[in-house]
């Protein structure tokens, strides 16, 4: 089953708090009232967690709470919304079925709580404060998610905003992210987060730091969850692909 069923496991011993914590309570309980698929009294069940491994869980919790948030932006949740949240868990994650139950309680939990965007957000950046590549890669999947289906309202927009804001990303970040999803043509400048402006040693230096920051071996290390291993890893390659489309480009 993975990580998350050492979560099912031991949950009785250990407490998340805040917002997220309560998310995961209630959705580990709707998920699994009817017919359990992990006995949590079994003797192999770990009985503690670590810190990593709590990492992992709150960057579990912290990006479907706020897809949940995000879906319902415009008051509802759209039929192409939940298409493309389901499709994210099936072909970018491949979530197993248990996995995947657990990801769409918390999603539909977080629809209807009354907690707010905000409060997921604030307590997914004090977990990652200091892992500015984490708060990229989680406000890469709000948008990759919300623009997934061709429809990107400016009440999504504007909370996945918001949570940039909350972890304190410089706005360019935002805005080359909005622009790879974007499919504008300067899209490779985007996911170097350069403009096409930008002289090649700065193309250069920007590009060497975020292969050293979104390096497997440094994502891993930094509490990502190994379902969202791929999508990491998928950035990785991505970075690079641009950089060699520029100096195609460039010629240098």
Same mark, same amino acid.
């Given at each position: 089953?993975?990580?998350?069923? /050492?979560?099912?496991?031991?949950?009785?011993?250990?407490?998340?708090?805040?917002?997220?914590?309560?998310?995961?309570? $209630?959705?580990?309980?709707?998920?699994? !009232?009817?017919?359990?698929?992990?006995?949590? +009294?079994?003797?192999? $069940?770990? +009985?503690?967690? =670590?810190?990593?491994?709590? =990492?992992?869980?709150?960057?579990?919790?912290?990006? &479907?709470?706020?897809?949940? /948030?995000?879906?319902?932006?415009?008051?509802?949740?759209?039929?192409?919304?939940?298409q493309s949240v389901e499709n994210f868990m099936t072909?970018?994650?491949?979530?197993?079925?248990?996995?995947? /139950?657990?990801?769409?309680?918390?999603? %539909?939990?977080?629809?209807?709580?009354?907690?707010?965007?905000?409060?997921?957000? +604030?307590?997914?950046?004090?977990?990652?404060?200091?892992?500015?590549?984490?708060?990229?890669?989680?406000?890469?999947?709000?948008?990759?998610?919300?623009?997934? !289906?061709?429809?990107? =309202?400016?009440? %999504? %927009?504007?909370?996945?905003?918001?949570?940039?804001?909350?972890?304190?990303?410089?706005?360019?970040?935002?805005?080359?992210? /909005?622009?790879?999803?974007?499919?504008?043509?300067?899209?490779?400048? $985007?996911?170097?987060?350069?403009?096409k402006t930008d002289d090649t040693q700065t193309i250069?230096?920007?590009?060497?730091?975020?292969?050293?920051?979104?390096?497997?071996?440094?994502?891993? =290390?930094?509490?990502?969850?190994?379902?969202?291993?791929? &999508? $990491?890893?998928?950035?990785?390659?991505?970075?690079?692909?641009?950089?060699?489309?520029?100096?195609?480009?460039r010629h240098f």
């Open positions: 089953m993975g990580w998350f069923g /050492k979560v099912v496991g031991s949950f009785i011993g250990f407490s998340m708090g805040g917002p997220l914590g309560g998310l995961l309570g $209630a959705a580990l309980g709707h998920a699994f !009232d009817s017919e359990s698929q992990w006995d949590a +009294n079994d003797q192999d $069940a770990p +009985n503690n967690i =670590s810190g990593s491994e709590k =990492s992992q869980i709150t960057f579990f919790v912290g990006a &479907f709470s706020m897809l949940g /948030k995000v879906a319902r932006a415009d008051g509802y949740v759209k039929t192409e919304g939940m072909n970018d994650l491949n979530l197993n079925s248990v996995t995947r /139950k657990i990801a769409m309680s918390i999603f %539909e939990k977080a629809v209807l709580s009354n907690d707010s965007f905000t409060d997921y957000a +604030n307590q997914f950046y004090q977990e990652f404060k200091h892992q500015p590549q984490i708060l990229e890669l989680m406000l890469d999947v709000l948008l990759r998610v919300a623009a997934a !289906d061709g429809e990107f =309202s400016s009440a %999504e %927009e504007s909370l996945i905003r918001s949570a940039a804001d909350t972890f304190r990303s410089d706005s360019s970040v935002f805005d080359a992210l /909005k622009s790879k999803y974007n499919l504008v043509s300067d899209s490779h400048y $985007a996911v170097l987060n350069s403009i250069k230096k920007r590009y060497r730091n975020l292969v050293r920051e979104y390096h497997p071996d440094t994502i891993a =290390s930094k509490g990502l969850p190994e379902e969202f291993m791929k &999508f $990491a890893n998928d950035k990785f390659v991505e970075i690079q692909e641009a950089y060699e489309a520029i100096k195609k480009e």
